[in-house]
């Protein structure tokens, strides 16, 4: 069982940066593809970004968002830079049992409980 705890979510203006951390229980995390969701109110949960045990990554957002993990330390880490208002959301981490990534949630074994990014115009 891993438990994954997100941090680092906020109010912040358009334009400006939040760095959200997750960091994961178990010895096993260097092993796992980890992977960045979020959810807006009414909508579905979408893909952010993802990386693999061994740093490839890819994202949805292209420029502004960027995905990094430290294997010492249990954690991935995103950061959002020049943040609009429609990131608006509730942000997840989750785990996969595999080394590669996915970007489908239905692909990811464990989840985190959620942090709130919120960027107002």
């Known amino acids: 069982q891993v438990q994954l705890v997100e941090s680092g979510g906020g109010l912040v203006q358009a334009g400006g940066s939040l760095r959200l951390s997750c960091v994961a229980s178990g010895r096993t995390f260097s092993s796992y593809a980890m992977g960045w969701f979020r959810q807006a109110p009414g909508k579905e949960r979408d893909f952010v970004a993802a990386?693999?045990?061994?740093?490839g990554s890819t994202d949805s957002v292209k420029g502004r968002f960027t995905i990094s993990r430290d294997n010492a330390k249990n954690t991935v880490y995103l950061q959002m830079n020049s943040l609009k208002p429609e990131d608006t959301a509730v942000y997840y981490c989750a785990a996969r049992r595999y080394s590669d990534y996915s970007v489908l949630p239905s692909a990811y074994d464990f989840w985190g409980q959620g942090t709130q990014v919120t960027v107002s115009s």
């Open positions: 990386i693999n045990w061994s740093g």
